[in-house]
């Protein structure tokens, strides 16, 4: 599975509706969202300043289940803003950095 970290900002309609619903609603709904992708939520925070809520899900599509999320929160006019982060565990990066590529930076 992959790992994403979703960083967003809700609309001012969306706050009303936590405002109503309260921020285990959310959790719920996201919960429900990425379980029945056959994935986990591994961690939903709300917080203070530009970014509203940060969630950490596992999906077992990769990138392609991280569009359709992105996708379909996005087109729901929910959010104002949206970002997606692709996550690295430390033994993936272990792989990378066993890996050559040929690369000339500018100029050079």
Known sequence: MSKYL????????SVKGIMKEGGTGRVKAITTMVE???GSLEGFYFAFGDTDVYVIV??????VDAAV????????GAMTKYETVTLLTPEEVDVAVQ?????RP???
């Open 69 to 76: 999320v992105a996708a379909t929160v996005g087109s729901s």
């Open 58 to 63: 596992d999906v077992p599509g990769g990138n």
């Open 99 to 103: 890996k050559a590529v040929n690369y």
């Open 36 to 38: 029945e992708m056959g």
């Open 6 to 13: 979703i960083k967003a900002s809700y609309s001012a309609d």
């Open 106 to 108: 500018p100029g050079a």
